[in-house]
């Protein structure tokens, strides 16, 4: 190797000292940020690779290294780096790389990079004998180059041959892997530290260490000791870990356990004989989204020991179940699961768990109820689980029993209970995170950099985990991080038959991602997998944000970009119409369907905006349905609001009709927030059915938060994640619906956006409490907007063309100053989808009184108002639509969703 000019004696602080600068992005190629060469031209700038067992630290150690004659030997090895520039495969592949400096390993250099990777590894920066820097360096190109691409395709966790199980894990950067095999998980805790270890051997080319057991290690518990060196700590340290792969684990998820998932003690009676229901086609949703603790922690028809667990799934005759038996028999098919994986917020078992103790409180307004739930909200039971610990294990705080067979048990025995749900079943959504891990770096629960230090996660231009997704990014365009997400998801889908899966901040995943996990579940099939892989729905969060954001490293699954692919994302542009924006926490901005039609005369044009949006989500969000707007002929891709393009769909699958979800405030919460107070509760009532019927009633896949057809509220939290049973209550009695129990969290709702002054005089309002019979009347109404969408096969046509043959929207345009929506389906033009019926109207007044509105375009056509409707129990209101065909004239009631055919 070259000998380096000595620098001068007393050397400068180094630039990027503890930071990582450079990214060794293939074999022979690094890239090295700008600013670490101090903006000057790379062909002026001597840059050197240094490996080395540990990093240096001092100006003063790099000033001894540069001084000796031989920089190659023991110890040490730098090698000065040739200027280059990015090929054209690598700025497809690292297009945020393309301003920083490129440079080459020299193609003669005898480099053993294998082992470099289990070093130190560092950039030295120097011109003219005096040094700019010297930087950590980014290592997963280097190590998908050698190792990912021919490991991506191999197995890991425990694989069986017959009785006798592999275990197998990717750690490249390890320079020894030990298996520590312990008891079964029953063993009483003073003998649990009794373990054998046993080494395992490595694949050099796969960077897979693997072992084979023998059939006596079933059920025993195990974890892995790892060797490995960790930049942070600039040295070589041994990690014990579970497996990242486990699929089974111990009931504090401190071990993981060897199990075989095909044994029939994991099974529940009938699991082998159970079919899941299917929807073949993704628009045929209708979803309903629950958290496994809200389902049951309040339900006093569930035993005690049962509430808030999977068990109480399976209790057919609980005030719960029979919620659901209702909503499934009028057509909800899907239940979205909040995250049931092993989750590291929360304690387990659930026996460890702190209760919050609510102190007795008069003023609806009161601190109290958060004061308490705050007090123990990291050691409590409740969190949503967006925080991955383990990815394939069931979460074990919501098992009655939190062993490792308990677990597995307990939540198939859910996912079968809601198989046998109502006449047609329900099929279980699984919310899944691979945008982050909890922790990064060598926290106890920092799983996966704790084997494979600097590889999982996403780093920025300095080398710093990225938190843009409030946690620590994972970087799933690396290839050992995407096997883990697409082998997670087969996982469930195999041996959990869960039969949809929706994606958190799915924007921070590539395209090439999801057609991944795609592909990967439809090779699954029925007769081999006990599922049909085809029929596996996927949705997610398609928001553009972040490092990620604008395609900056990959073609994001965004809105928009998901095209072709049948996957769906989240529109909140049609949310937004509905129920007006909702940024700030307490933001009074209303929308088509909640006030908005009530205010002054100038706000019209904005009206008649939002109603456009609306009937634009109601065709499925397409880019290319073309209508008379109120701002003229528009196609989806040339409509805006707020100048944003509100037609990214290329297919009404890929969007995900809804107006509330987990986040933020209930659909009543937010409603308090705009409505006028003096709003009687009688018209909350009828705005709530406003607000659904749009997401309900039109093409797209349809999705709802559990509890909106009850008026749930939590008591204004605009972000209950960690607030508790106490604020995430639901009543599946229809006797309350928790609106006015205290002030809610206090960092979420008063520390930045001080919310509470405006809060209190909504929660001390008694008039917005709603009485029993509202929460029944509430309750019943929606029922009749499910059995509509079930019943209507107008209304889920399924593909654009269809859509934009048959769906018009009559009268409509720059002319048109009503407020009220009219969607017709039109079943004499192109292919036949409803022998039963040649005309469909669905009509919706936003408007607190009566109207009346012509559509010459149906003149003669002879509509009635749908059976369901002109016989409904709940809704006499409705039964005063008025159709007049020789005229085309339809008279709505006041707050009136109404739905007409002619035969």
Known sequence: MKKVKAVESTPPALAGLNLARAQWIDADTLAISKHQLANQPPDSVETYLLINEKALTTALEVAKLLEKTHISGENSTLIKLTPSVLSQTQRAKWP???????????????????????????????????????????????IDALYGIHAKNKPLGITWNEETPTLSIWAPTATEVKLQLGPTENTPEANAKNYAEYPLELEAETGIWKIIGNPNWKNCTYRYAIKVFVPQLNEEVTNLVTDPYSVGLNHNSTRSVILDLTAEHLKPAGWEQLKIPTLPRAVDQMIYELHVRDFSIHDQSVPASWRGTYRAFTLPNSAGMQHLTRLA????????????????????????????QIPAFTDPASPAPQAAVAAVADTDGYNWGYDPHHYQVPEGSYATDSSSAGKVKEFRSLVQALANTGQHGLRVVADQVYNHLYRSGQHEKALLDRIVPGYYHRFSEDGLVETSTCCANLATEHIMM???????????????????????????????????????LASLTEAKDGIAGEHIHLYGEGWNFGEVADNARFHQATQGQLNGTGIGTFNDRIRDAIIGDHFTGFDPTRGYASGLAQVEASKLPLLLAKADVIRLGMVGNLKTYQWETSQGLKTGETLKDFGQIVGYASEPAETINYVDAHDNQTLYDLSVIKLPQATPMEERVRYNLIQLAPVTLGQAPAFWHGGTDLLRSKSLDRDSYNSGDHFNAIDWTKQSHNFGVG????????????????????????????????LEKAHGLALELLQLRSALPLLRLGSAKLICQKVKF????????????????????????????????????PLPHETVNTYPDLQGIDFKLHELQAKSPVDERVKETRWEKGVAKLTLPALTVAVLYAA
Do not use: C
């Open 329 to 356: 028999n009028a057509g909800v098919n899907s239940i979205h699961l909040l995250p049931t994986y092993d989750i590291a917020s929360l304690p387990k078992p659930r026996e460890t768990q702190t209760q919050p």
């Open 96 to 142: 945020h790389l393309q301003n920083h400096a490129i440079y080459q390993i020299p193609a003669d250099t005898k480099l053993n990079r294998t082992e470099a990777l289990t070093q130190a590894i560092q950039v030295l920066t120097q011109q003219n004998g005096k040094i700019l820097g010297l930087t950590g360096t980014q290592i997963p190109g280097i």
């Open 482 to 520: 995407e096997k883990l997400m697409v082998d997670s998801v087969v996982h469930w889908a195999k041996h959990y038959k869960i039969s949809g899966f929706r994606f958190d901040l799915m924007g921070h995943h590539s395209t090439e991602n999801m057609r991944a996990v795609k592909t990967a």
């Open 810 to 845: 009559p009268n409509q345009g720059v002319g048109y100053v009503s407020p009220v929506i009219a969607m017709h389906v039109d079943d004499t033009v192109g292919k036949q989808v409803d022998p039963r019926m040649q005309h469909l109207l669905v009509a919706i007044n």
């Open 743 to 774: 002030l809610p969290a206090w960092e979420r709702n008063e520390q930045v956006d001080h919310n509470w002054d405006k809060m209190r005089p909504l929660l001390r309002n008694p008039a917005l409490v709603a009485s029993a019979s509202a």
